[in-house]
Nanobody, 125 residues
Framework: QVQLVESGGGLVQAGASLRLSCAAS????????MGWFRQALGKEREFVAS????????YYADSVKGRFTISRDNAKNTVSLQMNSLKPEDTADYYC??????????????????WGQGTQVTVSS
């Protein structure tokens, strides 16, 4: 069982930055692929970014590439999402997720085993 708790969401203006964090329980965190997804009101949950167990491989949705950076600290059991140059269309609930495999380009919600409760990000124009 893995428990994930996100933090760092908030209300910002377009062009600002936010850093989301996800704290994970479990001794085997370093074996997991970690991902961030988001879900805007009335829309399906969509992939944002993922990172392999070592941090050596990262994957991004085209819509955030060059603006968002995913990273992890296995010693602290945390994964972060640095979001720069935020746009109103980035407004959504952001979720951290884990998959019990060390690496791979996993982009579907069904690829992931455990989820956090989400943190809200609102970007005003």
């Amino acid at each position: 069982q893995v428990q994930l708790v996100e933090s760092g969401g908030g209300l910002v203006q377009a062009g600002a930055s936010l850093r989301l964090s996800c704290a994970a329980s479990g001794r085997t965190f370093s074996r997991y692929t970690m991902g961030w997804f988001r879900q805007a009101l009335g829309k399906e949950r969509e992939f944002v970014a993922s990172i392999s167990w070592s941090g050596g491989n990262t994957y991004y949705a085209d819509s955030v590439k060059g603006r968002f950076t995913i990273s992890r600290d296995n010693a602290k059991n945390t994964v972060s999402l640095q979001m720069n140059s935020l746009k109103p269309e980035d407004t959504a609930d952001y979720y951290c997720a884990s998959r019990n495999s060390p690496s791979g380009n996993y982009r579907k919600p069904t690829d992931y085993d455990y989820w956090g409760q989400g943190t809200q990000v609102t970007v005003s124009s």
